[in-house]
């Protein structure tokens, strides 16, 4: 069965401090694609990565970074440095084509950066 | 990436009503999507919606409680028939826009609706 899980529920930290949001997904499926949003207090999800499972690169942009690793199926995402703007939660989901395609979303990590 | 607005934002409802709720996309798409996001929960998908056909409904959910009408390719409907107080979310309409990438959805602002 297709699965997310964020185990984290919730993280602070400090301002300034770097942090890791680890998702660990579940597929049978060879083709997949894995994803981030943010969701800021005000509730609207921001979409922030997509990558596919034929690319294990990691990509950085700017404070955020994101390590894919599929031989542990993981998919975690770094805030260096982080900011008090960073404060929200964070969503990892995972989508696979089942004659239409399927998203399933994980249950979130909220992080707090207090300043 | 699409600009996509929804209406009501927010809504309060008596116990046994239902309530329409409207997506709008500024350009065209094929895939439209109806989460529900219950507080303090993750999002999940009520239906797919695409234009020109019936809606296809996720496991738990039935177009008698949530009838979705796709009447064209920038605008989509959800209706949340004889509510109750368990139907308190947030719905939240997505769109994945051909020109950017069919397997990437971005998100509206989402309908608060609270049930008494």
């Known amino acids: 069965a297709q699965k997310v899980t964020q185990a984290q529920t919730e993280i602070s930290v400090v301002e300034k401090e770097d942090v890791t949001l680890d998702c660990v997904y579940e597929?049978?499926?060879?083709?997949?694609?894995l994803f981030w949003y943010k969701q800021p207090p005000s509730g609207e999800l921001v979409f922030l990565i997509r990558?596919?499972?034929?690319?294990?690169q990691n990509e950085i942009s700017g404070r955020y970074s994101w390590n894919f690793q599929k031989s542990t199926s993981s998919f975690n995402f770094t805030i260096t440095a982080s900011q008090v703007v960073d404060s929200a939660v964070y969503f990892c989901?995972?989508?696979?084509?089942?004659?239409?395609?399927?998203?399933?979303f994980g249950t979130g990590t909220r992080l707090k950066v207090l300043a | 990436s699409a600009v996509i607005s929804q209406k009501p934002s927010r809504d309060i409802c008596q116990r046994g009503t239902s309530l329409t709720i409207q997506c709008q996309v500024d350009?065209?798409?094929?895939?439209m999507f109806w989460y529900r996001q219950q507080p303090g929960q993750s999002l999940t998908l009520i239906a797919t919606?695409?234009?020109?056909?019936?809606?296809?409904?996720e496991s738990g959910f039935v177009i008698d409680k949530f009838p979705i009408s796709r009447p064209n390719l920038t605008f989509s409907t959800l209706t949340v028939s004889n509510m109750s107080p368990e139907d308190s979310s947030i719905y939240l309409c997505?769109?994945?826009?051909?020109?950017?990438?069919?397997?990437?959805?971005?998100f509206g602002p989402g309908t608060r609706l609270t049930v008494l």
């Open positions: 989901a995972l989508m696979w084509v089942s004659g239409t395609y399927k998203y399933i």
């Open positions: 990558r596919n499972s034929f690319d294990e």
């Open positions: 350009s065209q798409v094929t895939m």
């Open positions: 597929t049978r499926d060879t083709t997949y694609y």
């Open positions: 919606a695409n234009q020109g056909s019936e809606a296809t409904y």
């Open positions: 997505s769109v994945a826009p051909q020109e950017t990438s069919t397997d990437t959805q971005y």
